[in-house]
């Protein structure tokens, strides 16, 4: 029936493709280096966030920041693709916030986390901090791929989006510290087993850390409070 | 403090990406085209559906095909990175369903649903149906650039992920014709506002038809299957 539909990309723009993502990986991997040297010149340490759109980032953030905001000292630089809404959100917990927009990217690199945290800087009296989350944009596919010099990777999924995520995402899974499953206390309204995400994901990285977190109601909170605590201590 | 972090991409690298970026995208426009002219002569009108991975599109098919897929010959695309999940799920309700996995990229492109059309048309006897789905990998960001063939794409926001979410991801609302928010039957228990979403969707895009939907529930289920009926007729 289609003997005319044989549109294939030519090898030539096969072995470009390749050749450019090499070389843009590479330059990233460099300036993610050196942003992990510059967090730690700050004082910090950097967690990047990576998970779906609407999975309960800037909430956890928000109420991360209701418990501890005024006993370390915390920046938050937020990706997205456009509007500065999620940075209004953190601004009003009275931290320093920067709002990366990446302008149609599907992911933060480490270029553009750079100058984020110099404009973080800016916003201290010292440029000190004992930690920075770095929010990535919405996206289970796209950050996997850009360390942005962080020190600690976690991927959220939230109990709507359902426990077959980390098998249907696995590179996601693959470079990740922790696996959190947000907003637990919606567990009896969906069809999500807790057991299966785990099992999946611990599959996918045996040295995953696990937690579940439902923030509004303060589930698993005093663990997730607790972690960020040994975590900034033992830096 | 950082006056050694200037890593940045070479302009060489950068027009090179420009460049390999365009002429993927002229290649995927020209498969797009004849994949239309394939699906019309299989007799079927074709629908992508967009949305960040868990807003409930294979739900959505599942309960679509209990309501008419015995009194239409309808097809089902599966768009994964990895896993036979999907299409496992769809398989149950007695249609032909084909899974593509792009083994990474977070979107399908025209050229790999293409294959997905030929190996469709093997699962029915005269190679004719009247409805194509293409359910695309879970990202409300890739897809959005990359035309299938197809005659409508529905981007779809569930009620979990918040009302933010059209104002946040402009581009993949800008090529749509439908927005539909799901999980309607869960509104009571999210701060989600439909006016809000409503609003901020026509304001990307004047011409969205918007529906609003709870599969399980069968909320709005009637207006969605009446608009498929219409859809099918009018072809």
Same mark, same amino acid.
């Given at each position: 029936?289609?003997?005319?539909?044989?549109?294939?990309?030519?090898? /030539?723009?096969?072995?470009?493709?390749?050749?450019?993502?090499?070389?843009?990986?590479?330059?990233?991997?460099?300036? !993610?280096?050196?942003?992990?040297?510059? #967090?730690?010149?700050?004082?910090?340490?950097?967690?990047?966030?990576?998970?779906? %759109?609407?999975?309960?980032?800037?909430?956890?953030?928000?109420?991360?920041?209701?418990? @501890?905001?005024?006993?370390?000292?915390?920046?938050?630089?937020?990706?997205?693709?456009?509007?500065?809404?999620?940075?209004?959100? #953190?601004?009003?917990?009275?931290?320093?916030?920067?709002?990366?927009?990446?302008?149609?990217?599907?992911?933060?690199? !480490? %270029?553009?986390?750079?100058?984020?945290?110099?404009?973080?800087?800016? $916003?201290?009296?010292?440029?000190?901090?004992?930690?920075?989350? @770095?929010?990535?944009?919405?996206?289970?596919?796209?950050?996997?791929?850009?360390?942005?010099?962080?020190?600690?990777? #976690? #991927?959220?999924?939230?109990?709507?989006?359902?426990?077959?995520?980390?098998?249907?995402? %696995?590179?996601?899974?693959?470079?990740?510290?922790?696996?959190?499953?947000?907003?637990?206390?919606?567990?009896?309204?969906?069809?999500?087993?807790?057991?299966?995400?785990?099992?999946? !994901?611990?599959?996918?990285?045996? /040295?995953?850390?696990?937690?579940?977190?439902?923030? %509004?109601?303060?589930?698993?909170?005093? $663990?997730?409070?607790?972690?960020?605590?040994?975590?900034?201590?033992?830096?």
């Amino acid at each position: 029936m289609c003997d005319t539909c044989g549109c294939h990309i030519s090898d /030539d723009t096969s072995s470009k493709i390749v050749e450019v993502h090499q070389s843009l990986l590479a330059a990233n991997q460099e300036q !993610a280096d050196k942003n992990r040297e510059h #967090i730690e010149a700050m004082g910090a340490v950097a967690i990047n966030l990576i998970s779906s %759109p609407g999975s309960g980032k800037t909430t956890l953030l928000e109420h991360t920041l209701d418990r @501890i905001g005024r006993n370390m000292r915390i920046g938050v630089i937020e990706g997205d693709i456009e509007t500065e809404r999620d940075a209004d959100r #953190i601004r009003k917990k009275g931290v320093p916030v920067v709002q990366l927009t990446t302008g149609g990217a599907c992911h933060l690199d !480490a %270029p553009l986390v750079h100058k984020g945290l110099h404009a973080l800087e800016h $916003q201290s009296e010292d440029g000190k901090f004992d930690l920075v989350f @770095i929010e990535n944009v919405g996206n289970l596919v796209c950050p996997a791929t850009f360390d942005l010099g962080e020190h600690e990777r #976690i #991927i959220l999924v939230s109990v709507p989006e359902g426990s077959d995520k980390p098998a249907k995402y %696995p590179t996601t899974f693959h470079g990740a510290n922790t696996f959190m499953i947000t907003k637990t206390d919606l567990l009896s309204y969906f069809d999500f087993s807790v057991e299966e995400a785990k099992n999946e !994901a611990l599959r996918l990285n045996p /040295d995953l850390r696990i937690m579940e977190v439902g923030a %509004p109601a303060g589930l698993g909170m005093d $663990q997730w409070i607790s972690y960020l605590e040994e975590l900034v201590a033992a830096h």
